[in-house]
């Protein structure tokens, strides 16, 4: 029939899913602003099957090409369109035009920021939504642990802060000070590698490597280090892998005027130097772990004088450390639930930056070890979830070299090599277990954080195991399409958002996909070179080392 006036609002620029919709949106919002402004019947139909683009060349104003799209449609549908179309007032092209130029901007934006101001007030606590976690046991006892086994290693804010039951903790005003030099951290579309990889999948990660250590850990190396320099203690010891996290601490512990020591698992201790300077950098003192510098360390070399270290035998060292001196406490970069607590100024920023990219995500993937920044990025998520608001699969990925998830046992272990911290209940290889030197060194550890462990046993999330060269593999992808060198650890992740970005494609499914980037890989360089040589090997684990592991965990009626 006869169309009386048309107004042409719709650049389709893409026919990728989401965008469409988006522009249907954008033509219903100008159409009733045009009726409103003018009354002028409008109609739009989809169905006419005519594509237009803006014209730079329109003259009166800044309008649309509307005398081609006016003939095409009188071409396919017979219908007659007046030249009054031409002389449409400027100020209804100028709306069109405002809406499409925003939908346009919106669909290639690549980096989606937050002011200052929109730092996280507040820690979430996951612990307030979940089922009771079973307690920790006191090492020698086998009783649920009180606070004052806590307090000997603990400051009495993060032994509260361990068991609390409030949903939201607030963050220290001193807190938010330092975190303002690099947060909150940036959201980005991974358009690059969508199209690298030619997937419909739009894909999405949360960038933590811009803070001053270059990863997640000092969302809580900073809290950690404010709370022991109120409560007066002079040092802090640690342990770390990779060196990502006894580098945060030691920047935090600067900030605050304290001292730090650091024990640093050998096999990364070695194979990245530079890391440990960044620590001295900072004020810390640093060992390679196991050291002659413990009881436990000495006990270590005299089995093996080789030993690569773990993560597990670096805690026992530190810890050591700390019970023998009255002015030093103990810290830990992962595990414990006011580490993930303190995380989650992660999902939180994200949830906010997901919202500005008018995006939901379909499936949450990140890396995990301990757990500290998997569960930093996802708890968030899940509380979300929880609400019915959101439905996001969610999936932790370790390395096959130490599989605890996927091949552990879920039971009370220790958190150390020596049996000295309490017992956890976890997913867990045995605290005796000595992984494979692999190049993810803060992977490295035998067990997985008593929440994480909690919510794998709820069915609340997902879990697999990628071994290094296909990780590494990802990384070069990664690297080539977005610029960003990753870190060993969110490698595994990278790889695994791959492999769903690739089903994607064999499916031809939209997904959105987002990805815990933790940490760039300035200091990893070595790992790529082995990789880049082709001197790198994939790593298992020897299920006989871990029947071995196991059998010396604690028996508990």
């Given amino acids: 029939g006869t169309v009386k006036t048309v107004i042409l609002m719709a650049a389709v620029l893409r026919t990728r899913e ?7 949106g954008c033509i219903e919002y100008t159409k009733q602003a045009l009726f409103r402004q003018h ?3 409008s109609l739009i139909s989809p169905s006419l099957g005519v594509r237009a683009t803006p014209s730079t060349s329109c003259t009166n104003g800044n309008r649309w090409g509307i005398l081609e799209f006016a003939k095409g449609a009188q071409q396919s549908h017979g219908g007659f369109i007046g030249e009054r179309f031409l002389h449409t007032q400027a100020s209804l092209c100028d709306l069109a035009h405002r809406n499409i130029d925003t939908l346009v901007a919106h669909d290639t934006q690549q980096k989606f920021t937050l002011d200052d101001n929109a730092i996280p007030r507040q820690w979430y606590n996951i612990l307030a939504d979940l089922p009771s976690l079973p307690p920790y046991l006191n090492p020698k006892t086998y009783e649920p642990v009180q606070s004052a086994d806590l307090s000997p290693i603990f400051p009495v804010a993060l032994v509260e802060q361990e068991s609390s039951k409030e949903r939201y903790i607030d963050i220290p005003e001193e807190v938010l000070d330092v975190y303002r030099l690099w947060r909150p951290t940036p959201l980005f579309r991974a358009r690059q590698l969508e199209k690298l990889i030619g997937t419909p999948a739009r894909i999405y ?3 933590e490597g811009v803070s001053p250590a270059g990863s997640h850990k000092p969302n809580t190396a900073v809290p950690q280090a404010w709370y022991n320099a109120q409560e007066g203690v002079k040092n802090l010891v640690t342990e770390t892998g990779a060196g990502q996290w006894g580098s945060a601490l030691a920047f935090a512990c600067s900030r605050f005027g304290l001292g730090c020591e650091v024990w640093q698992v050998r096999a990364s201790y070695d194979q990245k130097p530079y890391r440990k300077i960044m620590m001295e950098t900072w004020g810390a003192k640093v060992h390679s772990s196991p050291s002659k510098l413990t009881q436990f360390g000495r006990s270590i070399l005299e089995m093996d004088p080789k030993s690569p270290g773990s993560l597990g035998i670096a805690v026992s060292e530190a810890v050591e450390a700390a019970l023998a001196d009255s002015n030093t406490k103990y810290s ?21 930056q997901m919202a500005l990219a008018e995006e939901t995500p379909d499936i949450i993937i990140g890396c995990i070890g301990g757990g500290s920044n998997f569960s930093g990025l996802a708890f968030p998520f899940m509380r979300e979830k929880m609400k019915g608001k959101l439905n996001p699969i969610i999936r932790a990925v370790e390395p096959t070299a130490c599989p605890s998830l996927t091949r ?3 039971t009370y272990d220790y958190a150390d090599a020596a049996g000295i911290t309490p017992l956890l209940k976890m997913h867990t290889l045995g605290h005796d277990f000595i992984p494979d030197p692999i190049h993810a060194g803060g992977l490295r550890y035998h067990g997985v954080a008593p929440l994480v462990s909690h919510l794998y046993s709820l069915g609340m999330m997902e879990a697999i195991a990628i071994p290094q060269i296909e990780c590494l593999q990802g990384a070069l992808q990664f690297a080539r399409a977005e610029g960003v060198i990753p870190a060993p650890e969110p490698t595994h992740a990278i790889a695994a958002v791959i492999r769903e970005a690739l089903h994607c494609k064999e499916t031809e499914e939209a997904k959105v996909i987002l990805l815990a980037l933790c940490g760039h890989g300035h200091f990893d360089l070595s790992s790529y070179e082995m990789f880049l040589d082709g001197r790198m090997v994939d790593l298992d684990f020897s299920q006989e080392k871990v029947y071995q592991a196991i059998s010396k965990i604690p028996s508990l009626s």
Avoid: D, P
């Fill in 205 to 207: 990660y949360k960038y």
């Fill in 18 to 24: 989401g965008l469409v919709s988006r522009v249907y």
């Fill in 39 to 41: 009354e002028i019947h």
């Fill in 408 to 410: 552990g046992v879920y």
């Fill in 332 to 352: 830990l970069g992962s595990v414990l639930n006011h580490v993930l607590l303190h995380q989650t100024v992660i999902g939180e920023e994200c949830l906010q």
